[in-house]
């Protein structure tokens, strides 16, 4: 499966913004998918995952509250809705995917992921 990310671009602080990661080669049913993003000079970090066998949703703290992972019903496209977005949301955004099981404490690491879309970048200015 192919990834695209899309949904980046230059917003105000406190305004909204949704990422989108669609699927290409088949559908994310039994994904679990994953958006990690890259601030300049930092590491890439977990930002939210939603599991593929029960649709648990996972958030990092910063953004819980803020931020809410979904997927479509025709299970191709999976979204990131970015609420009241703060400057230190800058980064690079991307979408990961990974088939077949997953325990909960492996969510946040970018290495259980075998599949990722390039990046979105998403810049929030003060």
């Known amino acids: 499966v192919q990834l695209q990310a899309s949904g980046g671009g230059l917003v105000q602080a406190g305004d909204s913004l949704r990422l989108s990661c669609v699927a290409s080669?088949?559908?994310?049913?039994?994904?679990?998918m994953g958006w990690f993003r890259q601030a300049p000079g930092k590491e890439r970090e977990f930002v939210a995952a939603?599991?593929?066998?029960?649709?648990?949703?996972y958030y990092e703290g910063a953004v819980k509250g803020r931020f809410t992972i979904s997927r479509d019903a025709a299970k191709t496209t999976v979204y990131l809705h970015m609420n009241a977005l703060k400057p230190e949301d800058t980064a690079v955004y991307y979408c990961?995917?990974?088939?077949?099981?997953?325990?909960?404490?492996?969510?946040?690491?970018?290495?259980?992921?075998?599949?990722w879309g390039q990046g979105t970048l998403v810049t929030v200015s003060s």
């Open positions: 939603i599991r593929g066998s029960d649709r648990s949703e």
């Open positions: 990961a995917g990974k088939s077949g099981h997953i325990i909960t404490s492996s969510v946040r690491y970018s290495t259980s992921y075998h599949y």
């Open positions: 080669g088949g559908t994310l049913s039994r994904y679990t």
